[in-house]
């Protein structure tokens, strides 16, 4: 099972417990009944008219599987909301919504696109099994992303779900097709409200009073109905000896009715509840543990508890919201009266001392997002920094990197800019999305602000803390500057400046800080193969992965990726492999998403250099498949892959798709240089014979190469000179001739042995175009010596026919040498047959490619209309992995659920229209 980043609180989860005085209102029962054939209901009426208490009283009733989730005003963005979501279905169906539940650990904002193909594919899992899912207090949500994705699940047919939305106001839904359809039940205000012999039933079981005719409808012309005001009028008329007396003064009152509803019930409670109500008031939820702590009181925890059952007991607005009677809030308006009455009785020092209290015991007890609203209401902006920066180290570990942008967005950029603690936090989301300029305004920021402070062992904070965390230090924000700085400068091939910084990171940060730990530790490895040190690079970093405990964490994924990125950058293809299969193991088995993304990635480039194209295309497409919970290098890395494997297969018009895909990730970030989206692109349209525009992009892009991270497979020079080799003209000999050169130093100076296979073998081509046969056969016999050890045969194949006739020309001179004949032979064996084009194959035959043997018979299975667990039993697999299949299925067809899957096979005559 997927565990969620984003830990929804489960008292958010408990259903409320309808009140025993309560009365049973058939007609709004048998009325909501009807939601069991429909896909949604919605109640709306404002506060306090019974819409919790009717909705709990169904679902008591409800003879389907249901969940309860209970919304807030936190709950606005996609990814929590659907958090809980997620959370309140796995109470009825353990590990239910795995696609969904992955999203959640998305590095990169998800389009609502993929959140909505998601859910509807995680939720036809579940067609077997009718279910409802209420969710109350929508109204808090104004997110209208939500609103949009929830109208789309309730047009999609056929699903299990039934929606259930309770909110104050009309549901932002859109539903008129359903309205018109008869598909919506509606419970509006006007419904809701009390008729005669309800409010009549409800008085003589609350109250145990009979009223009048008369009375009741003084009652309900004053209370128009309103439940909490009837409830109101129950607890009153419980110590009134004339109920008619109350009703009739009532009747006849000046004041609005909920405010003399309210001072009457307050004013006829005993001192001591009193003093209580007024004590809690400025807490959002509260427990009897918590209280005994905060409050300036003798009273024990023992105390508090029988006082809060007490309270419950007497029906006086207290809700319980867990089963264990632990955790309790006021009901909204009451707790309004309340925080009035106290703010007029109370000095304001009083009511912030207690919030401030509450703040410390819940920071105590690990329950650090609720103490940080407390800080914020009461605009203690210093103490909300200090406890977020706390924080860090936490969120890195967990990778939740969405967790620190979202505490980032709860302060001004004016305060932010003042605190090196916040700042560094806006070096890490730099830095996940290689916005290498932005890190490098940052850290030198930050490196001021540390400059600047006293003592390197002293907080950089010299304002005090609450109690329960601890300020982040000078040394340890000191030590991510250098481990980030070294980031950048590796991504410049300034190894001489990476090295020493990851290395005094290293030295510097503590094992608790396993991420960025980890990453200091890769970076100081990276480095150092940079500047030549390849074996004390892999001594180095083995040493450290031997010496765990347990390397089955992300930071021994981390060493392991190390040591496989040396190997492949080192030419070793099948070392690398080895150690990235092992990653790979380690983080399906750990469930470390980021750690997956790149070793399917590392493992495509692998297999496509071994001219194992079709295998290295499906490794690319595990990470598109992941990647918005991968690193954004590897996803972008990993379309342009599979996007350029198409293109070299052919299938040209599948890869411009996968072309837009990287577009849509980048437009998302705008975190990755646009060269690798336009340079990869302008090379496919030069093989799709468009010469001019492929030619046009590359005379406008002269970035440096010094700069440019050779550590990538696509690399815009490289494009480029691809691009001028078949368009050349005699003024841009000089230019191919200076890239060449620079792309060959700088591969030759960082020990990049991968790239510089590359270079050397179009060099070796253009030295041929030239006339220079002699350079050319030198230039090939040493890309095929450095390839030889970790056997590349794409850089060579790439190259076309010429390649073939250079490599026919070198053979009988090389193939005495040790194990470079039988080399030769295989990469002229890997040549195609014919040098003509590969032949147009139609879009059929393209996707029947591309759809495994397993696959076409899910697909198959699909059209005769079988739901996934019958596919399963049909397949002898699991449903999930039958999900997984049509997954694939529905991304390789353009489709978005099972009905367009299917026509999309018919169309396009996989078989025949009338399945």
């Not at 949009?148 to 047009?155: G, H, K, P, Q």
Request: aromatic letters at 8%.
């Amino acid at each position: 099972m997927t565990d969620l980043p984003l830990t929804f609180p489960h008292i958010k989860l408990h259903r409320p417990h309808v009140l025993s005085n309560w009365i049973m209102r058939p007609r709004l029962l048998e009325h909501l009944d009807q939601v069991l054939h429909k896909p949604i209901a919605s109640i709306y009426a404002p506060a306090g008219f019974g819409k919790t208490t009717l909705l709990s009283q169904w679902l008591d009733r409800c003879p389907l599987p249901n969940a309860w989730l209970q919304l807030d005003e936190n709950d606005h963005e996609i990814s929590i909301f659907l958090s809980g979501f997620v959370t309140a279905l796995r109470q009825l169906f353990p590990g239910c919504l795995p696609r969904t539940a992955d999203l959640l650990h998305a590095q990169v904002t998800v389009p609502l696109v993929i959140w909505k193909n998601a859910l509807i594919g995680d939720l036809e899992l579940l067609e077997d099994t009718p279910f409802v899912l209420a969710v109350d207090d929508y109204h808090l949500i104004r997110n209208p992303a939500i609103d949009a994705l929830l109208t789309d699940l309730m047009y999609y047919e056929p699903l299990s779900l039934h929606l259930i939305i309770s909110a104050r106001r009309s549901s932002p839904l859109s539903f008129s097709r359903l309205r018109a359809q008869g598909q919506v039940v509606e419970i509006s205000t006007a419904d809701i409200r009390f008729t005669d012999s309800e409010a009549l039933d409800y008085m003589y079981q609350a109250a145990e009073v009979t009223l009048s005719a008369e009375a009741a409808d003084q009652l309900l012309e004053k209370t128009e109905g309103w439940a909490a005001g009837l409830a109101l009028v129950a607890i009153s008329l419980r110590e009134e000896s004339q109920p008619e007396k109350l009703i009739a003064y009532l009747s006849g009152a000046d004041r609005g009715v909920s405010d003399y509803l309210l001072d009457q019930v307050f004013n006829n409670q005993p001192v001591e509840i009193r003093e209580f109500l007024l004590k809690t008031a400025p807490f959002n939820q509260f427990c009897a543990a918590m209280l005994a702590e905060v409050l300036d009181s003798n009273q024990s925890e023992r105390d508090f508890q029988v006082l809060l059952e007490r309270i419950e007991d007497a029906q006086l607005f207290l809700v319980p919201l867990d089963n264990q009677r632990t955790w309790y809030r006021y009901h909204h308006l009451f707790r309004e009266m309340l925080l009035s009455r106290q703010r007029s009785q109370s000095s304001p020092d009083k009511i912030e001392w207690s919030q401030r209290h509450a703040a410390a015991w819940l920071i105590r007890h690990e329950q650090k997002d609720d103490a940080l609203g407390y800080l914020i209401a009461l605009q203690d902006w210093v103490g909300a920094a200090q406890l977020v920066e706390s924080q860090l180290c936490a969120l890195l570990n967990a990778e939740d990197f969405q967790g620190i942008k979202r505490r980032l967005g709860r302060f001004s950029e004016e305060l932010i800019a003042t605190r090196p603690g916040l700042l560094l936090m806006q070096a890490w989301v730099a830095h996940f999305a290689l916005r290498l300029p932005v890190l490098a305004s940052l850290t030198a920021r930050i490196q001021a602000f540390l400059d600047a402070s006293a003592q390197p062992g002293a907080a950089l904070d010299s304002s005090s803390s609450l109690p329960g965390f601890e300020i982040i230090s000078h040394s340890m924000v000191q030590a991510q500057v250098w481990m980030l700085d070294s980031v950048r400068y590796y991504l410049i091939n300034r190894g001489d400046l990476a090295m020493p910084l990851a290395r005094q990171a290293v030295e510097s940060l503590p094992e608790n800080w396993w991420f960025a730990r980890g990453n200091a530790m890769v970076y100081l490895g990276l480095s150092m193969f940079m500047q030549g040190q390849y074996h004390r690079a892999i001594e180095t970093i083995t040493r450290e992965y031997e010496s765990l405990p347990n390397p089955g964490t992300t930071y021994g994924a981390r060493l392991l990726f190390c040591i496989g990125v040396i190997y492949l950058h080192n030419g070793e293809l099948e070392r690398c492999r080895q150690r990235i299969e092992q990653m790979l193991q380690h983080s399906l088995t750990h469930d470390l998403k980021m750690m997956q993304g790149w070793s399917y990635h590392i493992l495509g480039r692998v297999y496509q250099e071994w001219n194992q194209l079709e295998l290295a295309a499906e490794y690319y497409h595990q990470t598109v498949e992941q990647r918005f919970t991968s690193n954004l290098m590897p996803s972008l890395e990993s379309i342009a892959g599979y996007a350029y494997i198409l293109q070299t297969l052919g299938r040209a018009e599948q890869a411009k798709q996968f072309l837009e895909a990287l577009k849509q990730l980048h437009g998302e970030q705008a975190a990755a240089p646009p060269a690798l989206l336009v340079s990869l692109s302008a090379w496919m349209k030069l093989q799709n014979g468009q010469p001019v525009e492929a030619r046009r992009w590359a005379e406008a892009f002269n970035a440096p190469v010094a700069e440019q991270a050779i550590v990538w497979f696509h690399i815009p020079h490289i494009y480029k000179i691809k691009i001028l080799m078949e368009t050349s003209e005699l003024t841009t000999c000089c230019e191919i001739d200076q890239l060449l050169d620079e792309i060959q130093v700088l591969a030759e100076r960082t020990h990049n042995t991968f790239t510089l296979v590359r270079v050397l073998a179009m060099r070796a081509i253009w030295f041929a175009r030239q006339g220079e046969g002699l350079k050319a056969q030198k230039t090939l016999e040493r890309a095929i010596r450095l390839g030889r050890p970790g056997w590349f045969v794409h850089a060579f194949v790439e190259q076309g026919p010429e390649m073939l006739t250079l490599l026919q020309a070198v053979m009988p001179d090389l193939q005495q040498l040790a194990g470079l004949g039988e080399y030769i032979d295989q990469l002229i064996a890997a040549f195609p047959k014919s040098t003509e084009p590969p032949p147009k194959t139609s879009h059929m035959g393209e996707i029947n490619i591309l759809l495994t043997e397993r696959e076409l018979e899910v697909l198959e299975l699909l059209a005769e209309r079988l739901s996934i667990k019958e596919i399963a039993t049909r397949l002898h697999i699991s449903p999930s992995t039958v999900q997984q299949h049509t997954h694939h299925i529905y991304h390789k067809l353009n489709a978005n659920n099972k009905r367009q899957a299917v026509a999309s096979a018919i169309e396009l005559g996989m078989f025949p229209s009338k399945r």
